[in-house]
T-cell receptor, first 108, second 113 residues
Framework: DAKTTQPPSMDCAEGRAANLPCNHS???????VYWYRQIHSQGPQYIIH???NNETNEMASLIITEDRKSSTLILPHATLRDTAVYYC?????????FGTGTRLTIIP | EAGVVQSPRYKIIEKKQPVAFWCNPI?????LYWYLQNLGQGPELLIRYENEEAVDDSQLPKDRFSAERLKGVDSTLKIQPAELGDSAVYLCASSLEGQREQFFGPGTRLTVL
């Protein structure tokens, strides 16, 4: 799986959109971009995934650049419950390879 | 729908003692994963089962770690003997064949003294 790079931490004001960037410049054509998050003392939770088109679900939106070398996870209206570590993963097979993620803190 | 169940949630043992963790995946999920998560790090895959078969155990330290999934449902991960460096959270996850989303349990936090 391709390596991903994320900022170690970010803050976002409650009610604002949280935009979490991820670089995956070596991603190959068959690798999907996956996002998981991990709230303190819980297991990781799936958020969203995509290949090359932008995706949206009830939790978030995923914007993938046309060259697929980077992506952004968007939480449209962040709440305090969105405080977590967010993992961006480039996945080509059954294996999930987690990095150290971005610790997102939502500020009241 | 019940999620992935793990027990115990916390375990404290002395080094050189054995320890076992249990996982009950989501009903109908044929794929089961065990992950290890060290403090401040992301989870790392230890072993993946497809039904009863361990299809990827390349990261499992086989000198002291073992796992089983005898009937293709519940699974047990064992460490014998435990070392200080085994202190970590052990996560179990499951997924449905053909679906790539993995569902994680809450984990077992192991402390080896």
């Amino acid at each position: 799986d391709a390596k991903t790079t994320q900022p170690p931490s970010m803050d976002c004001a409650e009610g604002r959109a949280a935009n979490l960037p991820c670089n995956h410049s070596t991603i190959s054509g068959n690798e999907y971009v996956y996002w998981y998050r991990q709230i303190h003392s819980q297991g990781p939770q799936y958020i969203i995934h995509g290949l090359k088109n932008n995706e949206t679900n009830e939790m978030a939106s995923l914007i993938i650049t046309e060259d697929r070398k980077s992506s952004t996870l968007i939480l449209p209206h962040a709440t305090l419950r969105d405080t977590a570590v967010y993992y961006c993963i480039a996945r080509g097979n059954e294996k999930l390879t987690f990095g150290t993620g971005t610790r997102l803190t939502i500020i009241p | 729908e019940a999620g992935v169940v793990q027990s115990p949630r916390y375990k404290i043992i002395e080094k050189k003692q054995p320890v076992a963790f249990w996982c009950n995946p989501i009903s109908g999920h044929n794929t089961l994963y065990w992950y290890l998560q060290n403090l401040g790090q992301g989870p790392e895959l230890l072993i993946r089962y497809e039904n009863e078969e361990a299809v990827d155990d390349s990261q499992l330290p086989k000198d002291r770690f073992s796992a089983e999934r005898l009937k293709g449902v519940d699974s047990t991960l064992k460490i014998q003997p435990a070392e200080l460096g085994d202190s970590a959270v052990y996560l179990c996850a499951s997924s449905l064949e053909g679906q790539r989303e993995q569902f994680f349990g809450p984990g077992t936090r192991l402390t080896v003294l």
